[in-house]
């Protein structure tokens, strides 16, 4: 087979430019790379902003959309040793929205025993972002987490790794949202923009607006703001504001350089989670999945927070 179906981002107007194409080109693994039989691909935030060109690095149209997928191996490239064909096992990499993908072995992960593939997206870019997030914030027992955004992916995988943890959760939501954050463990949901109190660990992805609810809710002196999403729109922080108005830790997370730049904490991030499904903690996805030819849906309702946890494509 040397062609294919995709989903083709063709400009950068975001969502309504992104099309099913029937031709493209199989991708051939290079060294150090998998070529992976795409059962489900995770549709992310950064997916939408790549599609409007704003996602820092981002590919430039026109390219084959998304980057995280599961499925099988059919496939691999000089150097590989594992995973072995045949493999199911859940990463990231170019081309996800498609019926074959390349992505470095080094950073896929197999599908845990009695999982499926659709169940295994977002263990690496929800669950080890949440996970890492945490750790990167130092959260002890006992201290008052606020996550931002507690429907989404990350999010509702946030929610459940702190209160394992042993925190006090609150969670922002939508309205319709709420029973759901409720439902996970949040011990308060509170719409975007409500005052949430003074907290010790905030978990941001929204920006824009909520930005400044964040920094003001963070604990002077000892209160963590950890960054890994700007969903909302950019907001800038001075020197100033850290000297004189703010005196909080603001902490950057971008898991991408993460596993590039600190494999070793990467690994141990890894060790951790296999230990957190092991105890039941981190549990099998129930994505919303859409068909490939509907992914220009799928990423105009995640634009509009229209839905609610992991949203996946079947090819």
Known sequence: MTSMRALR???????????LVADAPVPVPGPGEI????????????D?????????????????????AAGEVVA??????????????????????AEYMVMPAAGAVPVPSGWSDEQAIGLILNWVTA??????????????????AAAGGVGQAAVRL??????????????????VVRSLGADRVLDYGADPGTVD?????????AFATSLAAAKRVTGRVVVYGVAGGEVAITNRDLNFRQQIHVIGLHLGVLIEHAPAI?????????????????????PTVYDLADGPKALAELEARATSGKVALRP
């Open 9 to 19: 981002q063709d400009s950068a107007n975001g969502p309504d430019d992104l099309h």
């Open 35 to 46: 070529l992976l039989k795409v059962t489900a691909a995770g549709v992310n935030f950064a």
């Open 48 to 68: 939408v902003m790549q599609t409007r060109g704003t996602y820092e690095d981002g590919p430039e149209a026109p390219y084959i959309a998304g980057f995280e």
């Open 76 to 97: 691999v490239g000089e150097g590989v040793t594992a995973p072995a064909v045949g493999d199911h096992v859940v990463g990231t990499g170019g081309g996800a929205f």
């Open 131 to 148: 996970l890492a997030a945490l750790k990167l914030g130092r959260l002890a027992a006992g201290e008052t987490v606020l996550v931002q």
């Open 162 to 179: 702190a209160k394992h943890y042993g925190a006090t959760v609150i969670g922002t939501a939508s309205p319709g949202k709420h029973d």
């Open 201 to 209: 660990l905030v978990l941001e992805s929204v920006g824009g607006t």
């Open 266 to 286: 990467f690994a141990e991030l890894m060790d951790e989670l296999r230990a957190l499904i092991a105890a039941g903690v981190c549990v099998p996805g129930t």
